[in-house]
């Protein structure tokens, strides 16, 4: 008797279910890379893989197909300000310091050139003994002897010294305009008189009506002017010699930086 071959209990198993399994296994291995490339802001890159993915799987165009990757959050203003800064920096290879000292030295560039358009007019009307420019840490300083412009005791301008006033205010007309601070100062030999109690009113009314005359000049804006008086109190020279006296006798025209450093 021909004995029966035993079956074999492990049949071959059907393996279909192995296709979509691996199908299933590609397409999740495929979100997970379009995942990381949407974190990219590199929108070129996302297109490229974006292109690519939808050739492999779809033949053409699909759902991957974006114009550009999600769009980033609204920055905040500060972190915009610091990239403009950023890019400010990338740009022009320079640090924000020295962004500003250029601007310093561009400013006080600036100033020379006023401060030589003064010193042409001081030239040419022969006034050297009269009027002295210096450039300072505050600003271009123009100084006017007293007796240029104001008798002894009095805060009203020579008639004769009209013309020199109004000629100098055509030279602080300047685009754009700068502040412009008119002050007063005095020697320390006490006044009384009608019109004075002291040289602290005598220097404050001696600097308002300089710049009263100055003012007359409709190309200058009145808002970019201030007076000040400092009597006896900012000397630059011995009030013991008459020659420092007359050097403490003063008003001084100060044209304000636009830019400190």
Known sequence: MKRRKKKHDDEHMDESWLIPYADLLTLLLALFIVLYASSSVD??????????FNQVFTGG?????????????EQSEEVAKAGAVKNQEDQDGMSKEEIDRQAFLKDQEELK??????????????????????LTDEGLLLTIRDNVLFDSGSADVHSTDLDVARELSDLLVMNPPRNIIISGHTDNVPIRNAQFDSNWELSVMRAVNFMKLILE?????????????????????????????????RVEVLILPRVTE
């Open 61 to 73: 165009t699909g759902i991957m197909e974006y114009q550009s990757p999600v769009d980033p959050p």
């Open 113 to 134: 050139e006023i401060q030589k358009k003064v010193n042409e007019y001081i030239k040419t009307n022969h006034l050297e003994l009269q009027f002295v420019t210096k």
């Open 217 to 249: 000049n409709k190309d200058l804006n009145p808002r970019w002017f201030s007076a000040k008086g400092f009597g006896e109190y900012e000397p630059i020279g011995d009030n013991a010699t008459a020659a420092g006296r007359a050097l403490n006798r």
């Open 43 to 52: 929108a070129e890159k996302f297109n490229e893989l974006s292109k690519a």
